[in-house]
């Protein structure tokens, strides 16, 4: 966890409503403020459908939070994205706008967005400078998504220029961990991999087929950091550059699935889908900043992979067929 002698805004005695709680990345930054003095808020799906205006409204009036950390989002991966991109324009831009407005109309001190590294043009140099954003033309399986997370950035820009509102933004690089979505039509490349890889070993199959040639490169956070960096940046940034989260390193998608096969005990072969997209042909991000402002991230991919298996198969592998 890192530590600053004086927090800019320390979250002792405030009122925290982390928007999204259920899912990867809101859940881990549940259990990150568990180690504050502070009060979580969090509202379900039955109490506030964040894609209608009124909803939240309603809530932040009712509830008054001090602090907002807008983890809520349509995710997915590479084929969700290029297959369902209505759903990732629209559930983004709506989630992102009522909740950045509702703050703003409630007197939120602090607003944290959480925005994502494909926000980056398809060809940005690496790794990725925070000013790269806006400077070429987006990868186009996830245009939809990234064109919404860039007018979450936007938004909290325009409040900050124009009402003084102490709203931040971070882009964290591809994440991974406990709670992820590991249904192979829906998910993302660590997850699917990691529950194909499973059940090739338990089947006994030769072969696992992976999507796309292989060949593109990630950088992989586990989700416990993203969301220390994001409990840092919360108490310790306002500024209107959207940071950068990652590690600092990648690795081929060929060499990730092979770290996964070690990881597993899957000795079998890997073939590839060249009909299925690779998508992005790098996305490494330059996170000299946030270094600079004293946060580095502090899990290592294999040992992140390893505890990740380990709460997949407690909580989601099915039991193998006697
Ligand atoms: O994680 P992923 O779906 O998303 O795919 P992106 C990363 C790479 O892994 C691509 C390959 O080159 C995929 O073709 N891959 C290989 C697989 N096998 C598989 C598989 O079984 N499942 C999946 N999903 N991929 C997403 C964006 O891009 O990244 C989102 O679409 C978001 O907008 C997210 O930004 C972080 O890294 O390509």
Redo the contacts with the bound molecule.
């Keep these: 966890m890192a530590t600053v002698a004086e927090p800019s805004f320390p979250l002792k005695g405030r009122r925290v409503w982390v928007a999204g709680h259920r899912g990867m990345v809101g859940s881990a930054v549940v259990r990150r403020l568990a180690g504050e003095d502070c009060t979580v808020l969090t509202a379900g799906r039955d109490r506030v459908d964040l894609r209608r205006q009124a909803e939240v409204e309603a809530w932040m009036a009712d509830e008054r939070p001090d602090a907002v950390v807008v983890a809520a989002a349509k995710?997915g991966?590479?084929?969700a994205?290029s297959t369902r991109p209505a759903e990732f324009i629209y559930d983004n831009l709506a989630i992102e706008t009522n909740i950045i407005h509702a703050a703003w109309r409630t007197g939120v001190s602090k607003l944290l967005f959480l925005g994502?590294?494909?926000i980056y043009p398809r060809l940005a140099p690496q790794p990725i400078p925070e000013d790269a954003l806006l400077t070429g033309p987006l990868e186009p399986?996830?245009e939809w998504?990234?064109i919404a997370k860039i007018a979450g950035i936007k938004l909290c820009q325009a409040y900050r220029k124009q009402y003084g509102c102490d709203f931040i933004s971070l882009m964290p690089t591809?994440l991974y961990g406990p709670g992820d979505n590991f249904d192979?039509t829906s998910?993302?490349?660590l997850p699917?991999?990691l529950s194909?890889i499973d059940r090739a070993k338990r089947d006994g199959l030769e072969a696992v087929e992976?999507?796309?040639s292989g060949k593109?490169r990630?950088e992989f956070l586990h989700v416990d950091d993203l969301a220390d960096a994001s409990v840092f940046l919360l108490q310790n940034y306002s500024g209107d550059i959207p940071l950068n989260v990652g590690t600092g390193t990648d690795v081929m998608?060929s060499e990730l699935a092979e770290l996964i096969a070690g990881v597993v005990g899957y000795t079998g072969r890997f073939v590839y889908d060249t009909s299925?997209?690779?998508?992005?042909p790098r996305k490494l991000l330059d996170v000299g900043q946030l270094a600079r402002l004293g946060w580095t991230a502090r899990i290592d991919l294999r040992a992140g992979v390893e505890s990740t298996y380990d709460w997949y198969r407690a909580n989601v592998a099915q039991p193998a067929v006697p």
């Design positions: 995710v991966g590479i084929l994205n994502s590294s494909c399986t996830n998504y990234a591809n192979l998910s993302h490349v699917a991999l194909k992976l999507w796309g593109p990630r998608i299925k997209p690779d998508g992005t």
